[in-house]
């Protein structure tokens, strides 16, 4: 059964350069936004994080990505508004592994946002929400090609090791119990927790 929407994870944020942005859990009516961010991306992003030619996300991808039960799944969308309209800018994922202790994330920026904090924004809040969870370790697959998110990885710390047999691939895993690294915590991303 999903679990009540958790308001506990809003954050109202300052990038570096002022601008002011809402992260939140995702929720079913972010259906549009979704579908837009999605369709901007560039090419390259698109294929960074999807790993294929995707166009645009379908019917169905739209309703798995935005009808979650933020218990096996969450996802934090970071927003601008502008003349009371909402855009998304960022997303950052997990979906919990069947094991029930570990997670598999991915994140994305909208082109026009990236290098302004908001991808580490993401993640960080991502890894507390895991964290909090009670998740022990969060994973992914990074194209190898995928310099700035692997920059991104080191930067998090984040261990990066070949995929055996796909040199394309790297795997990227964070023990989120690990000694010394309680939480990342926004303030070392660049943002100003303003409420
Ligand atoms: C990867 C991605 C999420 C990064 O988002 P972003 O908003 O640009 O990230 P940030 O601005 O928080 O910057 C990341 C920080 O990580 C570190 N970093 C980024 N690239 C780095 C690199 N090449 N080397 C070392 N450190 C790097 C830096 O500390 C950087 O801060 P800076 O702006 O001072 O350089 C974004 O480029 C993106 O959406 N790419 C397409 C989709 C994708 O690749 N997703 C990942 C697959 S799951």
Request: charged share 25%; aromatic share 6%.
């Amino acid at each position: 059964m999903a679990k009540p929407y958790p308001a506990e994870l809003v954050r109202r944020l300052t990038l570096r350069d002022g601008t002011r942005v809402v992260l939140r859990p995702i929720r079913p009516e972010d259906r549009q936004i979704e579908k837009e961010f999605v369709q901007k991306l560039s090419d390259e992003s698109k294929y960074f994080r999807f790993m294929s030619a995707l166009r645009e996300l379908n019917d169905a991808m739209l309703s798995r990505f935005t009808q979650i039960d933020y218990d096996r799944e969450m996802a934090l969308i970071a927003v601008v508004c502008e003349n009371a309209l909402e855009t998304e800018i960022g997303v950052a994922r997990y979906v919990v592994s069947d094991g029930g202790t570990s997670c598999e994330f991915a994140v994305a920026v909208a082109d026009a946002w990236q290098h302004r904090g908001v991808g580490s924004i993401l993640l960080c809040n991502l890894i507390d929400a895991a964290r909090a969870h009670g998740l022990q370790t969060m994973e992914g697959m990074v194209m190898a090609a995928n310099n700035k998110m692997l920059g991104l990885m080191s930067a998090l710390r984040f261990s990066i090791r070949s995929e055996p047999g796909n040199s394309s691939i790297k795997l990227v895993t964070k023990q989120l119990d690990a000694p010394g690294d309680a939480s990342v915590g926004v303030s070392d991303s660049s943002a100003a927790d303003v409420n």
